[in-house]
């Protein structure tokens, strides 16, 4: 059994703050990562995929991997109030099984 | 536009009446999958199909059945539905296994009393 590990929140920032979204997982041979966003009574949608260890950007997104640590975090900059959802950490193994966390869910403040 | 799609959408039913929910892709995706979401426990993945005629059990099949005849549906079956699967189901599409990115269907409620 794989573990994905978030806290559920709820993490509140301030419009303009940055959020950080933190994964932490059980299971050393994860091979794929991934951060999805999910409106309440929406279905989810990626937000950014990681495989290797370091950081990767998009726009105002960052996602960070750490497989020695079994850590994967979101760093989300000048967080707009549409930023406002709950956000899903997920992994792949290399059996193509998904794992997915519980979430945690964001709320910036304007 | 390119898109997964998911019927019904809302369901409530009763205990042992077996039921279907279809799922269609448009993408030309080779991976599909299963999901089911309830509150405190995330989304848990119940079967996925890496192609057609191929399919594999999930972290909670039981209960459950799917059939992949053709590359863009993946149908998912309850043949005696109890309370305990009262849930949101959704449905999900990736090019080629799970390397990539999914693909997420609008979600199925469903209410089995």
């Known amino acids: 059994q794989k573990e994905v590990e978030q806290n559920s929140g709820p993490l509140s920032v301030p419009e303009g703050a940055i959020a950080s979204l933190n994964c932490t997982y059980s299971d050393r041979v994860s091979q794929s990562f991934f951060w999805y966003r999910q409106y309440s009574g929406k279905s989810p949608e990626l937000i950014m995929s990681i495989y290797s260890n370091g950081d990767k950007e998009d726009g105002r997104f960052t996602a960070q991997l750490n497989k020695a640590s079994q850590y994967v975090s979101l760093l989300i900059r000048d967080s707009q109030p549409s930023d406002s959802a709950t956000y899903l950490c997920?992994?792949?193994?290399?059996?193509?099984?998904?794992?997915f966390g519980t979430g945690t869910s964001l709320t910036v403040i304007p | 536009e390119a898109q997964v799609t998911q019927n019904p959408r809302y369901l409530i039913t009763v205990t042992g009446k077996k039921l279907t929910v279809t799922c269609s892709q448009n993408m030309n995706h080779e991976y599909m999958s299963w999901y089911r979401q309830d509150p405190g426990l995330g989304l848990r993945q119940i079967y996925y199909s890496m192609n057609v005629e191929v399919t594999d059990k999930g972290d909670v099949p039981e209960g459950y059945k799917v059939s992949r005849k053709e590359k863009r549906n993946f149908p998912l079956i309850l043949e005696s539905p109890s309370p305990n699967q009262t849930s949101l189901y959704f449905c999900?599409?990736?090019?080629?296994?799970?390397?990539?990115?999914?693909?997420f269907g609008p979600g199925t409620r469903l209410t089995v009393l």
């Open positions: 997920a992994l792949s193994s290399t059996g193509n099984q998904f794992y």
């Open positions: 999900a599409s990736s090019f080629s296994g799970a390397v990539y990115e999914q693909f």
